[in-house]
Each structure stands twice: as C-alpha cells, then as structure tokens.
C-alpha cells in the first residue's frame, strides 16, 4: 500500500475524485485563520506552476487556478471582489500597470536615504552589492 504526505489544500471535489480513483485521503476542513493561511501557500503554489507554464492554453490554466484561489481567499477573509478590484485600479494610477515590460536591473542611492533601510531588511529579496 502507497501512501503519500500532501498536507496542502485541495479544490472542493477533491475527495470525491480521490475516491473515485480508489484514492483514500485523510482529511480535515479548515475555517477562519486556518483556511486563509493555508489559501495563501496555495497562491505561492499556483504562482510557481504559472511560472513554470510553457505553452499558453497551460498559462492559460494555471491563471485560472490563481485566480480561484483569489476568490477562495477574498471568501475566507470576508474581502469583497470589488474592494480587491478598487485597490488594483487605485494602485495602477498610483503606480502603473505592467504592459511596458521595465525590467529594473539595479537601484541605487545613498546610504541616508529612508528607502536604503527597506531595502535592507531583506538581503535575500534584494541583496546589495
């Protein structure tokens, strides 16, 4: 007998299509804070499988998956869609879109500028050199 660890989130039918491969999960269902961090490492996990898509009708899927999860954490936190689509709306005047492609290579400032502390604090994220 195979038995696998997930310990991950799964769509709402995916007990039943386990059974009907004569798959025997283990499971529990999540509410409250428990739903909504466990959502938000299947965002990560979705983001990573859009970024690993080649062909498009496979981009095109993975999006779809993203966007799913979206809807599953605006639910859990009691967001409504709408005041997700304002902000983004808000922050594209403010900020722009991404349909130019700028890709920024390197920053640089000096070392008494507020945003050097920032970029600082994760030398992971953006190391300095």
Known sequence: MAKFILKKIGRDKGVEAFKSQNITPD???LQGRALGVELQRKLIEEAHE?????ARAEIIGELADVLEVIDGLCLAYAIPKEIVL???EKRRQDRGGF???LY???IEMDDANPR???FRKSPTKYPEI
């Open 27 to 29: 499971y529990k269902l």
């Open 50 to 54: 859009v970024q690993e898509a080649q």
């Open 86 to 88: 304002e902000e983004k």
């Open 99 to 101: 349909e130019k492609g």
């Open 104 to 106: 920024i290579e390197t």
């Open 116 to 118: 050097a502390a920032h």
